[in-house]
């Protein structure tokens, strides 16, 4: 069976104990902890005493994201994913998501593909680069990633499909887990608009259905090939200020995981 769970950035800037009780009302089989400035997202006895606690396995760490956390672990992105690793394996996660390097990291971009197998080999992990987008200014496209923002093109072991990212980047999601094959190890849920008539759009993380992507047909396809990764619901929750809300979009959206990963393979409801 495919373990979907639910990323501490769905209910973001809540704590991660807030986080994990959401996860847990709203019935994931787990949790996605994203690294932040909050301490709580990096102590591996504090996360541990969590998943005890609320009963949720934590399935994988979200490396710092630069823009967001430039100190989280330094600024040397190689120790973040380091760091990162670390933390998936005191805390039994097995996954780590990284974003592939800006094109001003030169010296990282140039070793990162290494370093990621080392990373991976060395803490006994799957490091999952996630698929980004082209970045536009003023109407331009800015080439914001090195070698690239597609991990389709990019020499790595395993990949994380982000359905928001997909939509920016104008990529139908079940094309590209097509074209990855066996390197797509773990995704997240969650959907995207449409391009406008610009070209631009915004990293919306709409709940599924939302948006424009093929996500149930991804799932579907995914389940009837029997897939075994990950699913973590990535899912902005920011408009809803109540958690009653909050924990019922996500419950919705985890619906939409279970509905659509048991047609392919009989265990629909009736």
């Given at each position: 069976?495919?373990?979907?769970?639910?990323?501490?950035?769905?209910?973001?800037?809540?704590?991660?104990?807030?986080?994990?009780?959401?996860?847990?009302?709203?019935?994931?089989?787990?949790?996605?902890?994203?690294?932040t400035r909050d301490?709580?997202?990096?102590?591996?006895?504090?996360?541990?005493?969590?998943?005890?606690?609320?009963?949720?396995?934590?399935?994988?760490?979200?490396?710092?994201?630069?823009?967001?956390?430039?100190?989280?672990?330094?600024?040397?992105?190689?120790?973040?994913?380091?760091?990162?690793?670390?933390?998936?394996?005191?805390?039994?996660?097995?996954?780590?998501?990284?974003?592939?390097?800006?094109?001003?990291?030169?010296?990282?971009?140039?070793?990162?593909?290494?370093?990621?197998?080392?990373?991976?080999?060395?803490?006994?992990?799957?490091?999952?680069?996630?698929?980004?987008?082209?970045?536009?200014?003023?109407?331009?496209?800015?080439?914001?990633?090195?070698?690239?923002?597609?991990?389709?093109?990019l020499d790595c072991?395993?990949?994380?499909?982000?359905?928001?990212?997909?939509?920016?980047?104008?990529?139908?999601?079940?094309?590209?887990?097509?074209?990855?094959?066996?390197?797509?190890?773990?995704?997240?849920?969650?959907?995207?608009?449409?391009?406008?008539?610009?070209?631009?759009?915004?990293?919306?993380?709409?709940?599924?259905?939302?948006?424009?992507?093929?996500?149930?047909?991804?799932?579907?396809?995914?389940?009837?090939?029997?897939?075994?990764?990950?699913?973590?619901?990535?899912?902005?929750?920011?408009?809803?200020?109540?958690?009653?809300?909050?924990?019922?979009?996500?419950?919705?959206?985890?619906?939409?995981?279970?509905?659509?990963?048991?047609?392919?393979?009989?265990?629909?409801?009736?």
């Open positions: 069976m495919i373990r979907i769970g639910m990323s501490t950035s769905c209910v973001y800037p809540w704590s991660t104990e807030r986080a994990f009780s959401v996860a847990r009302r709203a019935g994931f089989d787990g949790v996605e902890v994203m690294a301490p709580g997202t990096r102590d591996a006895r504090a996360l541990t005493r969590l998943s005890d606690r609320f009963e949720l396995p934590i399935l994988s760490v979200h490396a710092p994201v630069l823009l967001l956390t430039p100190f989280v672990w330094g600024r040397d992105p190689r120790d973040k994913l380091t760091r990162s690793a670390e933390l998936a394996r005191e805390v039994g996660a097995s996954t780590v998501v990284v974003h592939p390097p800006f094109r001003w990291q030169s010296r990282y971009a140039e070793e990162f593909a290494d370093h990621v197998r080392a990373t991976a080999s060395a803490f006994d992990v799957t490091v999952a680069v996630e698929n980004m987008f082209p970045w536009t200014v003023r109407g331009r496209t800015v080439p914001a990633y090195s070698p690239g923002w597609d991990p389709v093109d072991d395993a990949v994380t499909l982000d359905f928001s990212h997909a939509a920016l980047s104008g990529r139908d999601g079940l094309e590209m887990a097509t074209e990855l094959g066996p390197r797509l190890r773990h995704i997240h849920l969650c959907d995207g608009p449409l391009l406008d008539e610009n070209g631009t759009a915004f990293d919306e993380h709409l709940a599924p259905g939302e948006g424009s992507q093929p996500i149930a047909e991804t799932l579907a396809w995914l389940a009837g090939a029997g897939w075994d990764g990950q699913i973590v619901a990535e899912v902005n929750t920011r408009r809803l200020k109540d958690e009653d809300e909050r924990v019922k979009l996500l419950r919705s959206t985890l619906e939409f995981a279970r509905a659509h990963t048991a047609v392919a393979t009989g265990r629909a409801a009736r």
